[in-house]
């Protein structure tokens, strides 16, 4: 486990040299240009910033990343980049708020601008392939249906999430779907993410039928009859095991989550699942990744109307 104490967690010329480190590993560019003819700046105001020499922009750092325009010190980002990397359920904003020492609402707003650094690219490669596998299932997130009157009356008040899971690569995705969503919405989604050279494994789900057809083949499980293992050794196992460590964390350690912001809190627990040790990722390597996720990535607060 990576030392706490480490100089990049404590010292702010060391977290800088870090972040520079890690988004010019070869050569300093300009994020506005791209051009590489730049210099280090110098005096007092504008110690550790860059000049682009061709369109004469200053940059740092953290320009045209996550951390752009925040005041909080760099080696405080690293080291909650850090924390929520390791962290297997999460880390909450207000356990963030109080090793980092910044308010609660810097910290809650942090954290989601990591979330934001864990989010999938747009145009990612499509899971399994030939030769391949794809779990899928569908879950559902919220408050609990026993306390209501009626089962139906509970459903309505929780999200519905569809996950996919390839169980040779170990890589998840989850989908935020709105509470009723069909075949189509989820043959869309599932389309986009997976190839159709691979097999695709489901519970015995109507959503999944006509689908199935489109890839190599269709394996089902009789969850309602208590299969776990078809007679084929096919199983969907991984991706309840997802379900399983995502409910844990949003109920153990985050407690409550608005539905606005219920797709960040599942690329949080998909990019840790893919990236988790059991696939040869360690702590360092998981935020090594976030950091380098963070570029060319914003997040900014929206003023009420």
Same mark, same amino acid.
């Given at each position: 486990?990576?030392?706490?104490?480490?100089?990049?967690?404590?010292?702010?010329?060391?977290?800088?040299?870090?972040?520079?480190?890690?988004?010019?590993?070869?050569?300093?560019?300009?994020?506005?240009?791209?051009?590489?003819?730049?210099?280090?700046?110098?005096?007092?105001?504008?110690?550790?910033?860059?000049?682009?020499?061709?369109?004469?922009?200053?940059?740092?750092?953290?320009?045209?990343?996550?951390?752009?325009?925040?005041?909080?010190?760099?080696?405080?980002?690293?080291?909650?980049?850090? $924390?929520?990397?390791?962290?297997? =359920?999460?880390? @909450?904003? #207000?356990?963030?708020?109080?090793?980092? +020492?910044?308010? !609660?609402?810097?910290?809650?707003?942090?954290?989601?601008?990591?979330?934001?650094?864990?989010?999938?690219?747009?145009?990612?490669?499509?899971?399994?392939?030939?030769?391949?596998?794809?779990?899928?299932?569908?879950?559902?997130?919220?408050?609990?249906?026993?306390?209501?009157?009626?089962?139906?009356?509970?459903?309505?008040?929780?999200?519905?999430?569809?996950?996919?899971?390839?169980?040779?690569?170990?890589?998840?995705?989850?989908?935020?779907?709105?509470?009723?969503?069909?075949?189509?919405?989820?043959?869309?989604?599932?389309?986009?993410?997976?190839?159709?050279?691979?097999?695709?494994?489901?519970?015995?789900?109507? $959503?999944?039928?006509?689908?199935? =057809?489109?890839? @190599?083949? #269709?394996?089902?499980?009789?969850?309602? +009859?208590?299969? !776990?293992?078809?007679?084929?050794?096919?199983?969907?196992?991984?991706?309840?095991?997802?379900?399983?460590?995502?409910?844990?964390?949003?109920?153990?350690?985050?407690?409550?989550?608005?539905?606005?912001?219920?797709?960040?809190?599942?690329?949080?627990?998909?990019?840790?699942?893919?990236?988790?040790?059991?696939?040869?990722?360690?702590?360092?390597?998981?935020?090594?990744?976030?950091?380098?996720?963070?570029?060319?990535?914003?997040?900014?607060?929206?003023?009420?109307?």
């Amino acid at each position: 486990m990576t030392d706490l104490l480490a100089p990049h967690f404590t010292d702010e010329k060391t977290a800088v040299a870090h972040l520079e480190a890690s988004r010019w590993p070869d050569e300093v560019n300009c994020p506005h240009c791209g051009s590489t003819n730049v210099h280090r700046m110098g005096g007092k105001t504008q110690a550790g910033m860059f000049l682009c020499n061709d369109c004469r922009d200053k940059f740092t750092g953290r320009t045209g990343t996550v951390m752009e325009r925040s005041k909080i010190p760099v080696h405080k980002w690293l080291l909650a980049i850090h $924390l929520m990397s390791s962290s297997k =359920k999460g880390m @909450s904003a #207000h356990q963030l708020h109080r090793m980092l +020492g910044v308010t !609660y609402k810097s910290a809650w707003f942090l954290a989601h601008r990591i979330r934001e650094a864990m989010k999938l690219d747009d145009k990612p490669a499509p899971m399994g392939g030939k030769g391949g596998q794809v779990q899928a299932d569908e879950t559902y997130y919220g408050n609990t249906s026993k306390r209501s009157k009626s089962y139906r009356k509970g459903l309505k008040r929780k999200e519905a999430v569809l996950g996919i899971v390839d169980p040779n690569t170990g890589e998840a995705r989850a989908f935020h779907m709105e509470l009723g969503a069909g075949t189509t919405v989820v043959s869309e989604i599932i389309r986009q993410h997976a190839s159709r050279k691979s097999v695709l494994v489901s519970d015995e789900s109507k $959503l999944y039928t006509k689908l199935g =057809k489109e890839f @190599s083949s #269709h394996e089902t499980l009789l969850h309602w +009859g208590n299969e !776990y293992v078809n007679k084929n050794g096919f199983t969907t196992n991984n991706v309840e095991n997802f379900f399983g460590t995502f409910k844990r964390g949003m109920r153990g350690t985050y407690h409550f989550c608005g539905s606005q912001h219920l797709q960040r809190y599942l690329n949080e627990f998909s990019f840790r699942y893919t990236n988790r040790s059991g696939v040869g990722v360690n702590d360092v390597d998981r935020a090594a990744l976030i950091l380098k996720g963070a570029e060319g990535k914003r997040l900014t607060y929206r003023r009420p109307n």
